[in-house]
């Protein structure tokens, strides 16, 4: 299909209310300011590549330099004591605290890029048009609109700031500041607004740029833009947040998209296509995407003019327990296309992935793992998701790969993740600078309640970080057993970076499973149990594996640890390590009055303890094991219907499954 762009004489910025009236919010720009002392590598090539990828329209990088340094000056200092900035360097995303200290994780942008892209397509209630600045007068003109939303928001800073890149090969440098308060009489109002700055004749004038802020009375920016130039044909996309569901209906619609012509300067139509892109996609499942009127399952062509927006929402027909990840996207000629992420989960599967870095390709490594394991999974983008109040206790099993220290996952979580082990959920935590996050004060996610867990619920203790190029193996007669692990930070898929190595805690039952090879005190994962349920932990990352092994256990170490917790897999005689001991089994799963469960080990006898979801034992019985195996029936009697564990103990071992009775 061939798209035009048609551009018509330029509008005076007094048509913008004509232009603007019927919009209830606006497209948000991001800002990410950093305040930086010196300068650091890795700080400033994540910065360097969060910039080539965003826009000015859509997030915008400032770099802000206390009076000590040759860069800062007073300006610059009174919004670091503003801040109460005391640890260099830290980055604030729309004025929350997001990273503290320079860790190589920052080298790639992705924590910018994470956090750009979880609140790219927000809603503002405001909108800046028009930004100029004329440097031979030195004034800063502008219009501000209000969103036509029943909120008008009086007492409101609009926060101008001097720009200037390549200072020292240093780029988004804060030069200098100035202010003024504005408000708003009436909803749907525009302001016109002009301010002379003064300008420093060091200054390179054509390296310059102004970026205006938009702040509430806490200092939150509410909406921001730059006078560097956007092209008339881009479309932004705005929806509500949360662009997720947890749901089992058949049928489900997602929140609508707004597709918006920001050009209000210019009265240009633009052509587009629009379709919804699977990332991931169970078999059977399926997409469409509807407006007002009618609904697409394949691509649909517009054209909107500018000031006018479409509004479309797309929809999700699961088949089964799973998740699925899509993009509403959105083409025009010229132009990079415009995604917006979707993800949608059923409450319940087999297992619950969390990417905390985000899912960026659905890396293979999951993909691959979780196929093989032969169970139901649902991925939790965190790049899109979030857990306010989300109900873990309908997923048996919770892969987290916590690989980016600066993680988008909040540490409210913690308590409910304690509590879902305890009740007998099993967890899988893998991650470079796990321990670091958990336990480090620079970390913004540490708290009393991460640094309990890592020390108490999961057993670690952070001893040191390993350097690049080195092997781990597996320890016999645990789950790492016939495995050997190689990383370096080349090629990319294979990369790991700061990998941590444990001590153990003397007052801690963890079982060390992987060691640093050529170091035999260098611990890289650890098992435990905590009453009902049981934690892996491995200081490496799914996507990080290059795993060598010389036999079938190749690529199989997601099956490994859901054989380690209890799980049924599609391949449990090739996965259980050599040696091992335990191995339970219930069926049928649910059942009625009696389950039937059966008990490998090479010990002499088992301990057999079942418990109700209270954690109260309601059964107790030693089990003789001959020749390897034992089968026991236990029946209910007048035990009520509901959830069970039964928990297996034998040697040094122990096993648990969660079981359904009904009556």
Partial sequence: ?????????????????????????????????????????????????????????????????????????????????????????????????????????????????????????????????????????????????????????????????????????????????????????????????????????????????????????????????????????????????????????????????????????????????????????????????????????????????????????????????????????????????????FNFLTPSADILMIDDDGVKSTETAYLEGLNYTGMSYAIADMNVLDFDNFNFSNYNNIIWNMHNPYTTVPNTIIPNLNSYITEGGNLYLAGTSVGWAMTDDNSTFKSDATNNFYASTIGAAVAGTLENNNSVNGIAYTAGDGFNLSFAQTPEEFKQIEPEYLALLTSSSSTPIFINNGNNNQFMGISNSLVLGKIIYTTFSLEGMNWNSNNSLNEKWLTRVMYEFGNETATDEIVKPINNSLRLSTYPNPFSQAAQIKIDSKEANANLEIFNVKGQRVHKKTVQINNGTADYTWNMNSLPSGVYFIKVSSGNQSQTKKVLSFK
């Fill in 1 to 341: 299909m061939k798209r035009t762009i048609l551009l018509i004489a330029s509008l005076t910025i007094l048509s913008l209310p004509l232009l603007a009236q019927n919009w209830p919010y606006f497209p948000k720009t991001n800002v990410w300011e950093v305040f930086v002392d010196e300068e650091n590598t890795a700080l400033n090539n994540g910065i360097a590549a969060t910039d080539a990828d965003y826009p000015d329209d859509e997030a915008i990088i400032l770099r802000y330099y206390p009076n000590s340094n040759p860069l800062g000056n007073s300006d610059t200092q009174a919004i670091i004591n503003n801040y109460n900035v005391n640890t260099f360097p830290s980055a604030y995303f729309n004025r929350d605290l997001k990273i503290k200290s320079a860790k190589a994780h920052l080298n790639d942008g992705n924590p910018f890029k994470a956090q750009i892209s979880k609140h790219l397509y927000d809603p503002a209630a405001m909108f800046i048009s028009n930004l100029a600045f004329n440097t031979q007068s030195h004034t800063i003109t502008c219009s501000v609109i209000d969103a036509l939303d029943e909120n008008v928001m009086p007492n409101l800073t609009l926060q101008y700031l001097v720009v200037e890149d390549n200072v020292s090969g240093v780029n988004n440098v804060v030069r200098k500041t100035a202010s003024d308060q504005i408000n708003f009489t009436s909803d749907g109002a525009l302001l016109q607004l002009s301010k002379v700055i003064d300008l420093d004749q060091s200054w390179n004038v054509n390296n310059l740029k102004i970026v205006a802020l938009i702040r509430d009375n806490e200092d939150k920016i509410l909406q921001a833009a730059s006078t560097n130039p956007v092209p008339f044909n881009k479309l932004r996309l705005v929806s509500q947040p949360p662009r997720y569901a947890i749901s089992n209906s058949e049928f489900f619609e997602m929140p609508y998209i707004d597709v918006m012509n920001t050009a209000f300067g210019a009265n240009a139509i633009i052509s587009f296509s629009i379709n919804v892109l699977p990332t991931y996609l169970p078999n059977n499942w399926m997409l469409t995407y509807c407006d007002h009127s009618n609904c697409y399952s394949d691509e649909s062509d517009h054209t909107v003019e500018a000031g006018q927006y479409f509004s479309f929402h797309p929809s999700v027909m699961p088949n089964g327990e799973g998740s699925a990840l899509f993009y509403f996207n959105v083409t025009v000629d010229g132009m990079p296309d415009v995604k917006i992420p």
